[in-house]
């Protein structure tokens, strides 16, 4: 037996090694891999691989974002863009709006000036009628007073033409 057993020992340079010990390693090594991969290596690798679609969904989930994002970015620039043209159309649109006002304003202000152009118009004719009426009414007093003072002294054809031209001359200064 102990030449059985110098023939598992293995002679090296520093010390010997057993072939009995390094089987018992190396069934002891595999049943640790076996003991590993069944307990400690499936549910590793379930968890990896979890992690993994975990991670794998997040970036699916980070780049649709991402997409939203610059979908929702398109949108409210086509939106500003939208507003302010609008803005621009309603700004334009109370420019036409003012200037029709002004055009208007100045419409019913020369509308109105002319109407008082008119009315003072009238009333000028109206004066000038009761002005004319008034010298009527003075010029047929001059004249009865011209009568009775004829018929009160007797003039002679001289004096009388006399008369009327003076009666004349003080109806055209009074005009």
């Known amino acids: 037996m102990q030449l059985f057993a110098s023939e598992l020992v293995i002679q090296a340079s520093i010390g010997g090694l057993r072939v009995g010990d390094m089987i018992f390693a190396l069934v002891s090594f595999a049943v640790l891999l076996w003991l590993l991969k069944k307990f400690a290596w499936g549910p590793l690798m379930t968890k990896m691989e979890e992690?993994?679609?975990?991670?794998?969904?997040?970036?699916?989930?980070?780049?649709?974002?991402?997409a939203d994002a610059e979908k929702a970015a398109k949108e409210a620039?086509?939106?500003?863009?939208?507003?302010?043209?609008?803005?621009?159309?309603?700004?334009?649109?109370?420019?036409?709006a003012g200037q029709q006002q002004e055009q208007a304003i100045i419409q019913a202000a020369e509308d109105a000036a002319?109407?008082?152009?008119?009315?003072?118009?009238?009333?000028?004719?109206?004066?000038k009628e009761k002005a004319i009426e008034a010298l009527q009414a003075q010029v047929a007093t001059l004249s009865v007073q011209i009568a009775?003072?004829?018929?009160?002294?007797?003039?002679?054809?001289?004096?009388?033409?006399?008369?009327?031209?003076?009666?004349i001359k003080e109806v055209g200064e009074e005009r």
């Open 51 to 66: 992690r993994e679609n975990y991670i794998a969904n997040e970036i699916d989930t980070a780049e649709k974002n991402r």
């Open 148 to 167: 009775t003072k004829v018929i009160e002294k007797e003039i002679s054809a001289e004096d009388q033409e006399q008369l009327i031209s003076d009666y």
């Open 77 to 96: 620039n086509e939106q500003l863009q939208a507003t302010r043209q609008e803005a621009q159309q309603i700004i334009e649109d109370a420019k036409k």
């Open 114 to 127: 002319a109407r008082l152009k008119k009315s003072a118009e009238e009333d000028i004719a109206r004066e």
